[in-house]
């Protein structure tokens, strides 16, 4: 599990990436945010990317397979580092976001949003990464294991669901703290496309299952 930056509105403190899963639940369960809901993607991606190495594995007679494990091993590593960054910027996110007099709240909370935005596109990124391995894992791999290659392919959808809500969510708040001459209306227009791209991703991982 991650280890996972956790601001309680008074003092950080870090989650060992060795903890037992509960503890982990725990902590994400807790009303500080950090892990929230980018984080969660972000574990999701790791199951959906586990599951897959399972049915390769699983499938010694495919050299096509043999690839492919090799390929959602790495995205499974990955997905929990950016799990661990989320974290991070959702405890920044949070602070920025307190009730403040300050006359730079605005910009703070709009840098804020910002890279919370990102992360959440960074994590739908590597979760699209294992459409295509799903789609080839039901075409080469162990038939016998179909039911898990459904359960890593809706674990996927659900991952690229939450990095798709997280991505409208923050730059909703991007938009509503928009200062003038922010010259944020081309990476606005960015991250809209981005977010269409993480709902085309998830149709196709669902046509897949």
């Not at 008074?10 to 950090?34: F, H, M, T, Y």
């Not at 929990?80 to 602070?95: H, I, K, N, Q, R």
Request: proline share 5%; with cysteine; aromatic share 2%.
């Amino acid at each position: 599990m991650p280890r996972v930056t956790v601001d309680d509105m008074d003092a950080d403190a870090e989650v060992p990436v060795s903890i037992p899963l509960s503890s982990w639940l725990d902590k994400l369960a807790q009303p500080r945010g950090a892990p929230g809901g980018g984080a969660a993607s972000g574990v999701l991606i790791a199951i959906s990317a586990a599951l897959l190495h399972m049915v390769a594995e699983y499938s010694p007679d495919s050299d096509e397979a043999e690839a492919c494990g090799e390929r959602v091993a790495a995205v499974r590593i990955r997905a929990l580092d950016a799990a661990e960054a989320d974290g991070v910027v959702s405890a920044e996110f949070g602070a920025a976001l307190r009730p403040s007099e300050h006359p730079d709240r605005d910009a703070r909370v709009r840098r804020a949003a910002v890279a919370a935005t990102d992360s959440s596109v960074g994590l739908g990124r590597i979760a699209e990464e294992l459409v295509p391995e799903l789609a080839l894992l039901f075409d080469v791999g162990n038939p016998s294991l179909r039911a898990d290659l459904e359960v890593a392919g809706e674990a996927l959808s659900a991952a690229l669901g939450s990095a798709r809500a997280n991505v409208r969510a923050n730059v909703s708040t991007v938009k509503a703290h928009r200062g003038e001459g922010d010259r944020l209306d081309e990476w606005v227009a960015h991250v809209e496309r981005r977010a269409e791209e993480l709902d085309a991703a998830n149709a196709r991982a669902r046509s897949l299952i």
